[in-house]
């Protein structure tokens, strides 16, 4: 099974830890595993999410910022 790039993202902090190399998020919610044995996923893809940068982080970021709250921590 492929997995779709739209379910996927990259986030540098889980669990209150928080590493540069960072996390590979896989959305399971409403996909349907029955059979399937295994995942593909391309380090293509894997690449252009962590290059993109930690979407969760970037938000909370710029929500702080729009609520006039600091931005850096």
């Known amino acids: 099974m492929l997995f779709p790039k739209n379910r996927m993202r990259f986030t540098t902090s889980y669990q209150g830890k928080t590493e540069p190399e ?40 710029q929500a702080r910022s729009l609520l006039g709250g600091p931005d850096d921590e």
Do not use: C, F, H, P
């Not at 044995?37 to 290059?51: A, G, P, V």
């Open 22 to 61: 960072g996390w590979i998020v896989l959305d399971l919610t409403g996909v349907e595993l029955e059979g399937v044995n295994r995942l593909y996923l391309s380090m293509e893809d894997i690449q252009k999410l962590k290059q993109g940068g930690d979407t969760a982080s970037d938000r909370l970021k």
